[in-house]
């Protein structure tokens, strides 16, 4: 889907390569330490919460929740033809808190706790992970 906002063309590392690869298939795959569980964003390959580098890469849910929000009424760059917009930190499923930004709806309708899923944007070879109210994307 295309929600008309700015997309920065991603420049992936060795280290979020499978991530990125993902995004290009519609896919959101994120590292999980195989020590202690915790589910990793920002996608890296050590553990946030115990130091650990042993991660596996698995298949997220896209789905999540709409945790704090707020409409940006004035954008900067390339964003400022693009105002409202929706800037959020979006729950997963999972676990982790993704900061991103919520499309495909009137940003007055966004609210907290909101079911929300996983949309991409494509931006080059890959795609850049948006979410939308859940029941809407497809
Ligand atoms: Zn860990």
Known sequence: MSSG??????R???????YWEGTAQGR???PRCTACGTVIWYPRAFCSS???TDVEWFE??????????TISHRGQGPWRDVAPYVVAYVELEEGPRVLTNVVGC????VKVAQPVEAVFE????YA??????????S
Do not use: K, M, W
């Not at 992936?12 to 499978?18: A, F």
């Not at 997220?60 to 929000?69: D, K, N, P």
């Not at 850049?128 to 994307?137: D, E, I, Q, V």
């Open 122 to 125: 494509p931006a080059g070879e």
């Open 128 to 137: 850049l992970l948006r979410f939308a109210p859940a029941g809407t994307t």
């Open 50 to 52: 115990c130091r650990g």
């Open 106 to 109: 009137d940003p007055d309708e």
């Open 28 to 30: 959101l795959v994120l």
């Open 5 to 10: 906002l700015p997309t920065a063309e991603p």
């Open 12 to 18: 992936p590392t060795v280290e979020n390569h499978p």
């Open 60 to 69: 997220a849910s896209g789905r999540g929740t709409i945790y704090s929000f």
